[in-house]
């Protein structure tokens, strides 16, 4: 624990030195970090299919090919995000000018889960560099071959004083919770987060919380019933559902629920076959107790396709499950919090299936519980708008599922229990950075009216 001390004593001297403030050196950190990047690629991608049996194609495209992405943008928009800002002066304030001045927050830390252990770990190192930060990088345990590759690669691109890697359980996380930062950037469970924040609260160090959640999937009778199973069927059993932002129980308007569960069964086999467990492209459980634990919500309702499981493999094929729900039963919350997978977030590839008739029947049961991280609907554009005015999530899709996230140009965060601040393409510049206000004036001109014992008050008043 001596060591993780010296590492963050290292970086706030460093930081403290001015190094990291010049633009053209954030830039060749970028473009250092890009080169080290693809060189690593193929062994990071080796590890992806070590530890979560993630295909090539699927780790280049949910993970490695955003990280490039991210860094690329940074590279070309970092002069223009930094630039000092000018800003409208009241006439009140005359002949001063005003400013705004992005400036690095300094030394921080991000924690990353094992689900995207690649994106979600140097993503945020992405802004963190951007913006001037150093960090420290905490790895998740639960994928250790993904882990040592990472630290490899950081150790091998940047000087520990600048970006270091720190690997180990609970323990490490506490004693790394016990130092001062100027950020905290975690990405993780709602309960972990609140563990994060009460330590952050001890030195009141800004956090970013991206949690996650029970994000609803509404199909409405409006719905093209063909494209809104394959795309539902999609982010679901991406990475075997393993994705804070996956649909993670599906609301069917009770006329379509029988077709609805007959599209999804052939776009599920469309997708990975009629063996699930042949696809090289279908992600297993991270670990036993997450196998155990998404198995044992089979049991909370008919299973109406999938269900075969392997506990060696940690395997669990896509499942539809019939709760025998609808949101108009008048004890609907009586029935839904007696079944563990209404209430926990699943993030394995179970889809609970609830009906509905009326749409005002989904809004609250929708707002009856925690503000998700996301929100899908698959229906009329206009109707989705208005389910959106009256709910509330940290980002939404319309007739698509994952999508949101993929947009560098838009925020991606959470609200409430599924978290705070938001990041990717000039947010995470912004994140990583203080708004700095700057007000100069001129000595040419010195107005005596603000000044003791305040002659003219009367005209004052009328400017102010």
Same mark, same amino acid.
């Given at each position: 624990?001596?060591?993780i001390?010296?590492?963050?004593?290292?970086?706030?001297?460093y930081?403290?030195?001015?190094?990291?403030?010049d633009i053209?050196?954030?830039?060749?950190?970028?473009?250092?970090?890009?080169?080290?990047?693809?060189?690593?690629?193929g062994?990071?991608?080796d590890?992806?299919?070590t530890?979560?049996?993630k295909?090539?194609e699927?780790?280049?495209?949910?993970e490695l090919? =955003?990280v490039?992405g991210?860094?690329?943008?940074h590279?070309?928009?970092?002069a223009?995000w930094?630039?000092?800002?000018?800003?409208?002066t009241?006439?009140?304030?005359?002949p001063?000018?005003?400013?705004?001045?992005?400036?690095p927050?300094g030394?921080t830390?991000?924690m990353?889960?094992w689900?995207?252990?690649?994106?979600?770990?140097?993503?945020? /190192?992405?802004?963190? =560099?951007?913006?001037?930060?150093?960090?420290v990088l905490?790895?998740s345990?639960?994928?250790p071959?993904?882990?040592?590759?990472i630290e490899?690669?950081?150790?091998?691109t940047?000087?520990?004083e600048?970006?270091a890697?720190?690997?180990?359980?609970?323990?490490?996380?506490?004693?790394?919770?016990?130092?001062?930062?100027d950020?905290? #950037?975690?990405?993780?469970?709602?309960?972990?987060g609140?563990?994060?924040?009460?330590?952050?609260?001890e030195n009141?160090?800004?956090v970013? /919380?991206?949690?996650?959640?029970?994000?609803p999937?509404? !199909?409405?009778?409006?719905?093209d019933?063909?494209?809104?199973?394959?795309r539902?069927?999609?982010g679901?059993?991406?990475n075997s559902?393993q994705?804070c932002?996956?649909?993670?129980y599906?609301l %069917?308007h009770s006329?379509?629920?029988?077709?609805?569960?007959?599209?999804?069964?052939?776009e599920l086999?469309?997708?990975?076959?009629?063996?699930?467990?042949k696809s090289?492209?279908?992600?297993?459980?991270?670990?036993d107790?997450?196998?155990?634990? !998404?198995?044992?919500?089979?049991?909370?309702?008919?299973?109406?396709?999938?269900g075969?499981?392997?506990?060696k493999?940690?395997f669990? $094929?896509?499942?539809?499950l019939?709760i025998? =729900?609808s949101?108009?039963?008048?004890?609907v919350? !009586?029935?839904?919090?007696?079944?563990?997978?209404?209430?926990e977030?699943?993030?394995?590839?179970?889809f609970?299936i609830l009906?509905?008739?009326?749409i005002?029947?989904?809004?609250g049961y929708?707002t009856?519980?925690e503000?998700?991280l996301?929100?899908?609907?698959?229906g009329r554009e206009a109707?989705g708008?208005?389910?959106i005015?009256?709910?509330?999530?940290?980002g939404?899709? =319309?007739?698509?599922t994952?999508?949101?996230?993929?947009n560098e140009h838009i925020p991606f965060?959470?609200?409430?229990?599924?978290?705070?601040g938001g990041?990717?393409?000039? $947010?995470?510049?912004?994140?990583?950075?203080?708004q700095?206000?700057v007000?100069?004036?001129p000595t040419w001109l010195?107005?005596?009216?603000r000044?003791?014992?305040y002659?003219? #008050?009367?005209l !004052?008043?009328? %400017?102010v």
């Amino acid at each position: 624990m001596k060591n993780i001390t010296k590492i963050v004593e290292a970086q706030r001297a460093y930081f403290r030195s001015g190094a990291t403030l010049d633009i053209r050196f954030r830039k060749q950190m970028l473009r250092r970090f890009l080169a080290a990047f693809e060189q690593w690629e193929g062994r990071l991608a080796d590890a992806l299919w070590t530890d979560l049996h993630k295909s090539y194609e699927e780790a280049y495209l949910t993970e490695l090919s =955003i990280v490039k992405g991210e860094v690329a943008n940074h590279i070309r928009h970092i002069a223009k995000w930094s630039r000092r800002k000018r800003k409208p002066t009241p006439i009140k304030m005359f002949p001063a000018r005003s400013y705004v001045v992005s400036e690095p927050l300094g030394n921080t830390l991000i924690m990353a889960p094992w689900n995207y252990p690649v994106q979600l770990l140097l993503n945020p /190192l992405v802004g963190a =560099i951007s913006a001037g930060c150093t960090a420290v990088l905490k790895p998740s345990p639960y994928v250790p071959t993904v882990s040592a590759v990472i630290e490899k690669m950081i150790a091998d691109t940047f000087a520990p004083e600048y970006v270091a890697v720190v690997q180990g359980n609970r323990e490490v996380n506490t004693a790394l919770l016990e130092e001062r930062y100027d950020l905290i #950037f975690f990405t993780g469970s709602p309960q972990l987060g609140r563990t994060v924040m009460r330590a952050a609260s001890e030195n009141l160090t800004p956090v970013v /919380l991206e949690l996650g959640g029970k994000s609803p999937c509404i !199909v409405d009778k409006s719905a093209d019933i063909k494209v809104a199973a394959r795309r539902i069927a999609w982010g679901k059993t991406l990475n075997s559902g393993q994705t804070c932002i996956a649909p993670d129980y599906l609301l %069917i308007h009770s006329s379509l629920s029988e077709k609805f569960a007959t599209a999804m069964r052939e776009e599920l086999r469309r997708l990975h076959g009629e063996d699930t467990r042949k696809s090289k492209h279908f992600v297993r459980m991270v670990n036993d107790r997450a196998f155990e634990r !998404v198995k044992g919500y089979l049991a909370d309702g008919d299973i109406l396709y999938g269900g075969r499981t392997d506990a060696k493999e940690r395997f669990i $094929e896509p499942t539809l499950l019939d709760i025998h =729900i609808s949101l108009s039963d008048s004890d609907v919350d !009586v029935k839904a919090n007696g079944k563990a997978v209404l209430t926990e977030e699943i993030f394995g590839p179970v889809f609970p299936i609830l009906t509905f008739k009326n749409i005002e029947d989904v809004t609250g049961y929708v707002t009856r519980r925690e503000k998700p991280l996301a929100f899908y609907y698959f229906g009329r554009e206009a109707d989705g708008w208005n389910l959106i005015h009256y709910t509330s999530s940290g980002g939404a899709c =319309i007739n698509d599922t994952i999508m949101h996230i993929a947009n560098e140009h838009i925020p991606f965060g959470g609200v409430g229990n599924s978290g705070m601040g938001g990041y990717h393409g000039e $947010e995470s510049f912004r994140v990583f950075s203080h708004q700095r206000s700057v007000v100069t004036t001129p000595t040419w001109l010195d107005l005596p009216f603000r000044y003791m014992p305040y002659r003219m #008050f009367g005209l !004052v008043k009328k %400017i102010v």
